[in-house]
């Protein structure tokens, strides 16, 4: 049953970050072959692939994106701007205790630093349209198996100690086409999901904050890269972005879990 309850004594919602002194990875580069690869080793099914986002109104361009598209990799810089209105967002929310099937999402609070890249991917794959493409067998159907039940801590506790989701990240975080930062790296860049639920629901999956964010309704016949989904979930975060007065902070990329090219 969804359930959710007071901060825990140790909850500073001005620094939700893990302290330095816990398990870190390296940073994974935002490049839609090492995400694809990634996620594929994990257990999604070939069918689907990460692809590049160029514009959010260009529809020349969103024309290259094939569709449907079933989640979206936000990743963004971590400026005042916005966690001024993370901070604002979160202060009167209860932290998040869900657990069992009745879950509308499987949300994983981030202990593991410089992780929020593999906690995107987790969410994205966990959840909406791409659940139902996951292979039996695998490391992720085992997971959202064995996670179902769990509150967000001992959920955590499984990705913590999951050498094989370790063992992955190690081997994408040393892909891409630049060469990787050090665990212990500050990284400025963070990553967050955004999924369509089966009851039509735009969330946006972060493990940084207090838990999962309903955006808003969707309608049946459109999906996450559609315009009132990207209203009510990118756009709406660039927009507090440069309302807050950082416009010119806003360096960000996307990348859309999408049916396969052949």
């Known amino acids: 049953m969804a359930t959710t309850t007071d901060a825990p004594p140790d909850y500073n919602i001005e620094s939700p970050d893990v302290p330095k002194t816990t398990q870190r990875f390296v ?3 935002n490049n839609p072959e090492v995400m694809t690869a990634l996620v594929h080793k994990l257990g999604l099914s070939d069918s689907l692939s990460f692809h590049d986002v160029y514009s959010l109104d260009d529809p020349s361009l969103l024309a290259f994106v094939p569709r449907p598209v079933h989640a979206l990799l936000l990743v963004f810089p971590v400026s005042k701007g916005y966690e001024a209105g993370r901070m604002a967002e979160d202060a009167p929310l209860p932290v998040y205790n869900g657990s069992g099937p009745d879950e509308e999402v499987l949300w994983f609070r981030q202990t593991i630093g410089n992780a929020c890249g593999m906690m995107g991917l987790l969410h ?3 959840n909406g349209g791409a659940r139902d493409l996951i292979a039996p067998d695998t490391h992720l159907a085992e997971l959202i198996t064995s996670a179902t039940p769990l509150p967000p801590a001992p959920r955590s506790r499984l990705i913590e100690t999951s050498g094989t989701i370790a063992q992955a990240h190690a081997v994408a975080a040393a892909q891409g086409d630049t060469a990787p930062p ?3 790296a500050n990284v400025e860049h963070h990553f967050v999901a955004f999924i369509k639920s089966a009851q039509g629901n735009l969330w946006e999956l972060d493990g940084r904050r207090k838990g999962p964010l309903n955006r808003g309704k969707l309608d049946p016949e459109v999906d996450v890269l559609s315009e009132k989904a990207l209203q009510l979930g990118v756009k709406r975060f660039l927009a507090m ?3 807050e007065g950082f416009g010119a902070d806003l360096r ?4 859309a879990l999408a049916p396969t090219l052949d």
């Open 124 to 126: 994205l794959a966990c």
């Open 252 to 255: 960000f990329s996307l990348l």
């Open 182 to 184: 050090s665990a212990t």
């Open 27 to 29: 940073p994974l580069e």
């Open 241 to 243: 972005e440069a309302e």
